[in-house]
Nanobody, 124 residues
Framework: QVQLVESGGGLVQAGGSLRLSCAASGRTFSMYHMGWFRQAPGKEREFVAVISKNDGGTYYADSVKGRFTISRDNAKNTVYLQMTNLKPEDTAVYYC?????????????????WGQGTQVTVSS
């Protein structure tokens, strides 16, 4: 299992930007697909974005496509989520997750390692 620690959350006005970071422990970071999920109060956890370990391919939820960008730096064992044009409905706890498998997925149940989460609050 890889240990994950998120950072970069905070309070921002609508239309603003934030960059989340997720630092992973260990020397096998490049062997994991990395994903971001979020959970708003009273709602289920939902997929945001994932980046493949194989070719760096990226996938996004429709709600964030064109506004969020996921990237990874294997040399730093870190995955990022650049969020722009933030909306109040983006308010949630954002979680980083890791999946060690041949196949990438957007299903949260497919990820075996999770960070503690970082709060993102977007004010209108």
């Amino acid at each position: 299992q890889v240990q994950l620690v998120e950072s970069g959350g905070g309070l921002v006005q609508a239309g603003g930007s934030l960059r989340l970071s997720c630092a992973a422990s260990g020397r096998t970071f490049s062997m994991y697909h990395m994903g971001w999920f979020r959970q708003a109060p009273g709602k289920e956890r939902e997929f945001v974005a994932v980046i493949s370990k194989n070719d760096g391919g990226t996938y996004y939820a429709d709600s964030v496509k064109g506004r969020f960008t996921i990237s990874r730096d294997n040399a730093k064992n870190t995955v990022y989520l650049q969020m722009t044009n933030l909306k109040p409905e983006d308010t949630a706890v954002y979680y980083c997750a890791a999946r060690r498998s041949l196949v990438v997925t957007t299903n949260a149940e497919g990820f075996g390692s999770w960070g503690q989460g970082t709060q993102v609050t977007v004010s209108s």
